[in-house]
């Protein structure tokens, strides 16, 4: 008869490790848009959105709310894309409790994702798309 064998338990700095590379890309992504300015036109090639409807797309607003966050222009970046800066703002502290809980040697998974957080997700960032083109909406665009 044998004994099950149990996995030996993780160190903590095999535990935080995800959430520090995550962290550290982050960090690289917001560099990158800091030290090149997506307010000038080309800066990162060209816009299919853009090109297709003539209308500002919510990407190239969040890139350039990112740029201006990172400046410090906070009512500037939420100028340029609200939905974006609350982003940051929601991923932030899931990012914090992802950390906690792997530094307090909790093996927990980033976030628990369900069908139904998924779809609101997902028909959050299409109404924001759709309303920032209406008449009422146009305060959210660029």
């Known amino acids: 008869m044998t004994l099950p064998v149990t996995p030996p338990a993780a160190s903590r700095g095999r535990l935080v490790r995800a959430p520090l590379i995550a962290a550290a890309a982050g960090v690289g992504a917001l560099a990158l848009l800091h030290l090149r300015d997506p307010h000038v036109e080309g800066a990162y090639g060209f816009c299919p ?5 003539g209308q500002p797309c919510p ?3 969040g890139l350039r709310a990112m740029n201006l966050l990172t400046r410090g222009d906070v009512a500037g970046a939420v100028s340029s894309n609200l939905f ?7 991923a932030s502290v899931a990012w914090l409790v992802w950390f906690l ?5 909790i093996p927990a998974p980033y976030l628990t994702w369900s069908a139904r957080t998924v779809t609101f997700a997902a028909l959050a ?9 209406t008449p009422w909406g146009a305060w959210l665009a660029p």
């Open 49 to 53: 959105f853009l090109v297709l409807t």
């Open 59 to 61: 990407g190239c607003g």
């Open 84 to 90: 974006a800066v609350s982003l940051v703002l929601v």
């Open 101 to 105: 809980r792997r530094a307090r040697a």
């Open 125 to 133: 960032v299409v109404a924001f798309g759709i309303v920032r083109l």
